[in-house]
């Protein structure tokens, strides 16, 4: 078959794909109850273009060849925008901020039910709640009004709005908006496993909410972004619920509102230094005359070991951004937001293979007028995505102050020790039956823990600390026990008398 003979037969095969992905779109769409109609609409037509992007691009979707390295000047240190100082009138320009924090993600990964930012982190504090202390200070101590925004998902809208009733007399004005509902498609047929709307009973597996690219579309259709506009904010400041360093910075909102070029950024992305442990992170290269974020799935296998080089890519995205609320308006409207299509494939229960089509919302930096990184303490980024990290956040390495984790100034280097808890510590639950108390990190380098191992009461631990108790064997750290540098293994049991 001739080249043009095998397009055509592409082409055809790709109308044939969309018309029967319409048909059973409509098909669902016509199940939707009145009151869901127009939201279901919206969804249903968000994914069609999603879709339809999906079956045009082949291949990597980065031209490997024309990666550079970002330019000097396009990813600042944060000392150079911390140098500047801060304005005459902070509150002028924290009126003008919203804070967004991406709130769509469920606690199943630490073996908890419901959203996964109403785990306790810290002192019986949740992630919520110490966003909402955060901000509260902020807007106490200058005497301004930043509001609050969480983009939940359909699986944690209803337990977020119930926990929300315990911040109505704080001062903190709190919005919710829900990302969209896609639905998970059938690997071979590439059409919907839904058939109708319905998410619950069998059909919970058949719908996904499509990364947090999907912030864009789903913040304007809500009505949120017109009605913030509408109150003179200019500025979003997005970040995951789930990283404790993600706090309002009032050097890079200075920046941002008084561009010492006078030209302001449309969009800044926090980016930090790689650490061995950031190897896979999206970084911020050079493509086409942009900064452009690069994700590792976008990489030809040829060149991930290249990609993950901490030589060649010094930094990595830590999820914190600052975005122009005029300029996403325009780029919505314009239908100009151009983000990668992230292809996720998952093995349901029942063992059939689907995929999801996903976007994320750091991928929209090439869409935007003069967009910048700027190259922040590790401090800004201090993820919980398991047990490890949770254990790090509730020792004695950090201290809290008005929702706000600082590492202790009794520590005396900054760096954060690397933890790795075994698979008996996964689980939220079975992580707190295992310590009686959160042990003394203050000089700890490095933590291995791997089997049925329990500490007791004021337990400290320095330097390198390496616990194994093998297959059938138990260890308990007794109470009280200094370990530095020590390799524990064996059979170590304490029982009560």
């Not at 996904?208 to 259709?221: E, L, T």
């Not at 919980?384 to 201290?399: P, Q």
């Not at 984790?405 to 039956?433: A, I, N």
Request: net charge neutral; with cysteine; charged share 25%.
């Amino acid at each position: 078959m001739s080249q043009a003979g095998t397009s055509q037969f592409q082409e055809a095969i790709r109308q044939e794909l969309e018309f029967s992905m319409k048909v059973e779109l409509d098909k669902i769409l016509s199940t939707a109850p009145q009151n869901e109609l127009e939201h279901t609409k919206k969804d249903l037509e968000g994914f069609k273009k999603l879709f339809h992007r999906f079956l045009q691009e082949k291949g990597p979707s980065v031209d490997w060849g024309k990666i550079q390295r970002p330019p000097e000047d396009s990813i600042q240190p944060y000392e150079k925008i911390k140098a500047r100082g801060l304005p005459d009138s902070i509150a002028s320009v924290l009126n003008r901020l919203v804070v967004v924090k991406l709130n769509g993600g469920l606690g199943t990964s630490m073996g908890c039910k419901g959203p996964k930012s109403l785990i306790g982190v810290r002192n019986e504090n949740t992630f919520l709640d110490l966003t909402v202390q955060q901000i509260e200070h902020l807007n106490k101590t200058y005497n301004t009004d930043v509001p609050l925004v969480l983009m939940n998902s359909f699986n944690t809208d209803e337990d977020t709005k119930k926990i929300l009733q315990k911040y109505s007399h704080s001062r903190v004005k709190i919005y919710t908006f829900n990302q969209s509902r896609y639905p998970r498609i059938n690997k071979e047929s590439l059409l919907p496993i839904a058939k109708d709307v319905s998410y619950s009973g069998e059909n919970t597996e058949a719908w996904y909410p499509p990364g947090h690219g999907d912030i864009y579309a789903s913040f304007y259709n809500s009505g949120l972004l017109d009605r913030f506009i509408s109150e003179g904010k200019e500025y979003i400041f997005v970040s995951n619920i789930d990283n404790l360093g993600a706090t309002v910075d009032l050097y890079i909102l200075n920046h941002l509102m008084n561009p010492p070029n006078g030209k302001r950024c449309e969009f800044v992305m926090e980016v930090t230094n790689k650490t061995r442990a950031d190897v896979k992170g999206g970084t911020l290269t050079q493509y086409e005359n942009k900064l452009r974020l690069v994700e590792i799935a976008q990489v030809p296998k040829p060149h991930v070991d290249e990609f993950k080089s901490v030589s060649k890519f010094k930094i990595f995205n830590t999820n914190n951004l600052w975005i122009s609320l005029t300029a996403i308006k325009r780029l919505q409207e314009q239908n100009a937001i151009d983000m990668e299509i992230i292809v996720n494939p998952k093995t349901l229960d029942g063992g059939l293979n689907v995929i999801q089509l996903e976007t994320a919302v750091g991928a929209a930096i090439k869409s935007f007028e003069n967009s910048l990184g700027i190259n922040v303490p590790r401090s800004r980024f201090l993820p919980v995505k398991t047990t490890s990290d949770l254990l790090l956040v509730m020792s004695n390495l950090y201290s809290l102050n008005a929702g706000s984790l600082t590492m202790s100034e009794k520590r005396e280097f900054p760096t954060v020790p690397l933890v790795k808890l075994g698979s008996s510590f996964t689980k939220v639950q079975d992580y707190l039956r295992r310590f009686e108390s959160i042990p003394d990190m203050l000089e700890l380098d490095h933590l291995t823990v791997s089997g049925d191992v329990t500490f007791g009461k004021n337990v400290a631990l320095k330097g390198t600390v390496i616990i194994i108790a093998n297959h059938g064997d138990r260890i308990d750290i007794p109470p009280g026990a200094v370990l530095e540098n020590k390799i524990v293994s064996g059979n170590l049991r304490i029982l009560d008398h």
